[in-house]
């Protein structure tokens, strides 16, 4: 009929990986200083940005792992991961555009990467969800 499986409305591990190597390169490989040179304060948005990005890089790469075994687990913890890292992002770089004498990193980057977590974190959800809202549990699967 008109049904799809989940194999068809779920993120593969490789996007997923993916986007565990983009962040954890931003996260891991970048050296992010907190405090300003000019002035020694803390710079709390350049802190929150690099624990987003190493968190939003281990969550990726756990969610690319689970997907193998269980795929819808996978695709939850990457939607949700992605969801909570894009909100953070947003945060960013909006405390990042306001501070004119300091930068973590451009805004219009955090931006493109926020849209780009955000983007895919809500339509991979929606799918999730979808997927298991038209699915009975009293109907047998069709060939």
């Known amino acids: 009929m008109n049904q ?4 068809t409305a779920l993120t593969g591990p490789g996007i997923m990986f993916l986007s565990a190597a983009i962040f954890g390169y931003f996260g891991f490989a970048m050296s992010w200083n907190y405090n300003s040179t000019l002035t020694g304060e803390f710079l709390l948005f350049v802190a929150l940005l690099d624990w ?5 890089a281990i969550a990726f790469l756990v969610a690319g792992i689970l997907t193998f075994v269980q795929p819808l687990a996978g695709n939850l913890i990457y939607g949700l991961a992605g969801a909570v890292g ?3 992002l947003l945060v960013v ?3 990042d555009f306001l501070d004119k004498q300091h930068t973590a990193l451009h805004p219009l980057l955090l931006l493109i990467f ?3 977590n955000g983007y895919g974190s809500f339509s991979g959800l929606r799918e999730i969800f979808a997927s298991r809202a038209t699915a009975s549990p009293f109907q047998p699967p069709t060939e």
């Open 4 to 7: 799809r499986t989940n194999s």
């Open 93 to 95: 770089a909006g405390l």
């Open 86 to 88: 894009a909100a953070l």
């Open 52 to 56: 987003t990005l190493k968190g939003s």
């Open 114 to 116: 926020a849209a780009w």
